[in-house]
Nanobody
Framework: QVQLVESGGGLVQAGGSLRLSCAASGRTFSNYGVGWFRQAPGKEREFVATINWNGGRTDYTDSVKDRFTISRDNAKNTVYLQMNSLKPEDTAVYYC????????????????????WGQGTQVTVSS
């Protein structure tokens, strides 16, 4: 069993920044990659970013490349999503999730490849 807790969401003006955190417990966190997904009202959940188990590989959806950065600190069992130059269209509930399989070199983008999910944190970007 694993528990994931997201934090760091909030209300920010367009152009501002936020850093989301995903804290994990109950599992050998360092053996698993982690991804961030988001879901806006009335829309399906979408992939945002992912990082593999050792931080050596990352991937981003095109709309956040060069604005968001995913990183991890295995000593703290935490993955971060630094979000800069935020836009109103980034408004959503952001979820973190662990890869379903350990030691994946190439981190996946599809939600079915993820096992445990957090409860989400709201990010609202005002124009």
């Amino acid at each position: 069993q694993v528990q994931l807790v997201e934090s760091g969401g909030g209300l920010v003006q367009a152009g501002g920044s936020l850093r989301l955190s995903c804290a994990a417990s109950g599992r050998t966190f360092s053996n698993y990659g982690v991804g961030w997904f988001r879901q806006a009202p009335g829309k399906e959940r979408e992939f945002v970013a992912t990082i593999n188990w050792n931080g050596g590989r990352t991937d981003y959806t095109d709309s956040v490349k060069d604005r968001f950065t995913i990183s991890r600190d295995n000593a703290k069992n935490t993955v971060y999503l630094q979000m800069n130059s935020l836009k109103p269209e980034d408004t959503a509930v952001y979820y973190c999730a662990t890869h379903a399989l350990s030691f994946r070199v190439v981190p996946p983008r599809t939600s079915r490849d993820y096992g445990y999910w957090g409860q989400g944190t709201q990010v609202t970007v005002s124009s």
